[in-house]
């Protein structure tokens, strides 16, 4: 309750009586309407359940009667005044549903109360038991929704680690360097009457990809003349076509290979350039190379890409399926200058390979009727055991239990050898 007034002693104790009695309910929301003789602020609001309204008379000459439904908390011209005094009259909307009240002249406020949901909390992002290379860097988004508002704070966790608080929308906290492990991220919300909901999601942070940096064995300007020039920085102009050529190799541990590329010149003039492949070079750029290959396809570069700045454009499909000993790339652009392997700036071209990580070893030995399965601690996070009737196309495979056990550096599965063949394997699957 507010109070804006210059009463008597009597009348400024019934007041405060009145504050103590609306600090009671400072824990939700409090909406204002205000009035004068030419009728209230607004013709309707909507609240919650809970929520306060408080009417205040700007009126210096009329003193503000107010009736209507629910009438038990509002009285005419409460407290006393002689016209000249701006009072609040308060009353809290416990009940959802649809209310009005009016002044003594007609004028009519609709009050459209919502039900409180329960309070709860979702986490969209990072997804449950996604997995993220080590040393893991990743943002967390949580949504709060229902219980009273405004929300207090968003605790972050990490496990049992508090990893931040945030005490406003967007409700985001970013976890940095997580090493190898399996980890349990919950999100904590305290609404505006210190209730709380909680959410969790589990993420796995394995051992980081193998890459490799492959430079070209040529790298150069291919022009529609014929000449070739290999002392300069790479154009992909309309007229003549940057090339580069790499020599063969094994893509069949590769899950992704990028094309990486850094501008020389600025500005960039063309923002799209257009991806050629040919397959079957020779490991020396020709001129007959200058429209080699088929259009990969049209890659548009990020804006305001500057010097030391890698864009990158993937060629998996087109490199997994060359035969060599040698394929080459050729640009074609708008005049876009970049950095080759005579003139470059921080990077010159090169393929970025980033390779699948494989499953550890997997032991297995006998001990009277049982066989003990291990497998190293070490890079193994996101892998479980599995087991199966058969091998080959169709196979079934199922989880093995019990869960490992951890014996010094090994986790240990032992099971017991029955009078059927059963086959096992480490799978992140």
Sequence with gaps: MKLRTGTTGQLFW????????????SQANTVEVDWT???????HITINAGDEVDIVNFDYYYELQVTGAPPEGFYSDVPPTD??????????????GTFSF???FGDTVTVTVNPVLPLSVAITAPTNNEVFGAPATFTVTAVP????????????????????????????????????????????????????ATNSIN?????????????PVDCADIYSSGAVDRGLYLDADVNDHGGLEFAEFDVSHQTSILLELNPYGLPLFGPVVSVYGFDGGNGTLMSSNYNSGTLIGMWTLPAGLGYGQVATFDITAFVK????????????????LFSSTSINYGTPPELYAIGARLPPPLTATRAGNQIILSWPVNNTAGFSLQSSARVGPGASWTGVSP??????????????ISGSSRFFRLSNQ
Excluded: H, R
């Design 37 to 43: 003789s030419s009728g209230f602020s607004t013709s």
């Design 321 to 336: 399926s060359t035969k060599g000993p040698y394929f080459g790339i050729v640009l074609a652009a708008g005049g876009d």
């Design 403 to 416: 869960l490992p056990v951890l014996v010094g550096s090994q986790w240990v599965v032992t099971n017991s």
């Design 83 to 96: 016209g000249y005094n701006v009072y609040y009259v308060p009353y809290v909307y416990y009940n959802p």
């Design 203 to 215: 993420v796995t942070v394995g051992a980081p990809a193998v890459t490799n940096y492959i430079l």
């Design 102 to 104: 009016s002044d003594e």
């Design 145 to 196: 929704g229902g219980g009273a508002t405004p929300y207090v704070e968003m605790d972050f966790y990490v496990g049992t680690n508090l990893s931040g608080i945030v005490y406003s929308a967007p409700f985001t906290n970013t976890v940095s360097n997580l090493p190898v492990g399996n980890y349990n991220i919950s999100a904590v919300v305290t609404d505006n009457n210190f209730n709380t």
């Design 14 to 25: 019934f007041i405060a009586g009145l504050l103590v009695f609306a600090a009671g309910q």
